[in-house]
């Protein structure tokens, strides 16, 4: 998995169709204009990298909407002690592409991931945190927008709101393809950042992990061959496997406790669309905002983190007198022989 600076939001495009109506099938035949694009399997070829890449991450005509989803649980991660599970991780995307006149793609995404309750399977309005024993307010993540443009060159690492301030050098688009058994083609990506955190320790007490950010994001895409190859697919169906490590999020108000979290989620593109989500978690985003059932039709921006968001939507929480971020156990000591 090769540091191709992709990145959970860019490598996440989830189907589509308003609300409250019949969805179109996700995976539609060509479009009555034709939108040319390269399906000839070449992973030298930055072109088709950026066609291929695309057709992933949404669908290649401008009209259609693609819907991604992610599901898996998030377990928390210290030293002395079994890894233990936190909570689960549900959540959707709504894409849209638009083609740039050099030939790049530039994709428009909304996103939003709830966590559910592992015994009982309900999304979480609030969480008894078991490092603590402290109940807490859950935040979802929710991202309007996060935009970026797939061309013949890798793209930048997000900047995060000008936070993340890496420039690697400029190199063509050749992802870290590889063929597997039964016609099938995988893909990898991976992304491992540090960088300033929006949410200062000294303001966000209790939130805040320390002054830099440190995740890493992995991803692995299978596709079928013949899809790729398909010209009449503006959009490649796929499933894949996603991993994030990432400090403790800020609203489990842990501080700058020893520690962090993974999360270990499957994903893919949902040919229903929208009626192929969890009804409970389309009717949690919709009561949050219409919105986040359909695509953006024009690029804006700033696109942001869920941690710069965090910045800029909540307040930091009141640190009780003697306040301190929980502890790891003691090491265990073995007896001498």
């Not at 035949?29 to 390269?38: C, E, V």
């Not at 807490?136 to 013949?152: C, H, R, S, W, Y």
């Not at 003697?322 to 022989?337: C, E, N, S, V």
Request: aromatic share 10%; hydrophobic share 40%; with cysteine.
């Amino acid at each position: 998995m090769n540091d191709l600076l992709i990145t959970r939001r860019q490598g996440l495009g989830l189907a589509a169709a308003a609300a409250g109506t019949v969805a179109a099938p996700a995976f539609a035949t060509a479009p009555a204009q034709k939108i040319p694009f390269l399906t000839k399997v070449d992973f030298k070829d930055p072109k088709w990298n950026r066609d291929t890449f695309a057709r992933l991450e949404g669908d290649l005509d401008p009209t259609k909407e693609k819907i991604g989803w992610i599901k898996g649980r998030a377990v928390g991660v210290r030293e002395n002690e079994r890894v233990r599970p936190l909570f689960d991780v549900e959540g959707f995307s709504v894409v849209r592409l638009k083609q740039l006149e050099d030939g790049s793609w530039r994709k428009l995404l909304r996103e939003i991931v709830f966590y559910r309750d592992i015994q009982t399977g309900k999304i979480m309005d609030s969480w008894q945190n078991p490092y603590t024993n402290e109940t807490v307010k859950v935040v979802p993540i929710a991202n309007d927008p996060f935009n970026f443009t797939i061309g013949e060159f890798a793209p930048e690492p997000p900047s995060y709101g000008g936070l993340n301030k890496d420039k690697p050098p400029r190199r063509p688009l050749l992802l870290d393809w590889d063929t597997a058994p039964n016609n099938m083609i995988l893909l990898k990506t991976a992304i491992d950042l540090f960088y300033p955190n929006a949410l200062n320790p000294a303001k966000w007490v209790r939130e805040s992990s320390g002054a830099m950010n440190r995740v890493s994001e992995y991803f692995t895409y299978y596709i079928d061959r013949a899809d790729i190859e398909n010209p009449r697919l503006t959009h490649i169906p796929h499933v894949g496997a996603w991993s994030r490590i990432t400090p403790w999020l800020p609203w489990m108000l842990m501080g700058a406790a020893p520690g962090h979290i993974s999360y270990v989620c499957s994903y893919g593109s949902m040919e229903e669309g929208i009626r192929g989500l969890a009804p409970d978690l389309v009717a949690a985003a919709r009561a949050m905002d219409e919105k986040w059932l359909h695509a953006p039709t024009e690029d804006y921006g700033p696109s942001l983190s869920s941690l710069e968001n965090y910045a800029r939507q909540q307040t930091p929480a009141p640190v009780p007198a003697g306040w301190a971020p929980p502890q790891p156990p003691a090491p265990i000591t073995l007896p001498a022989k």
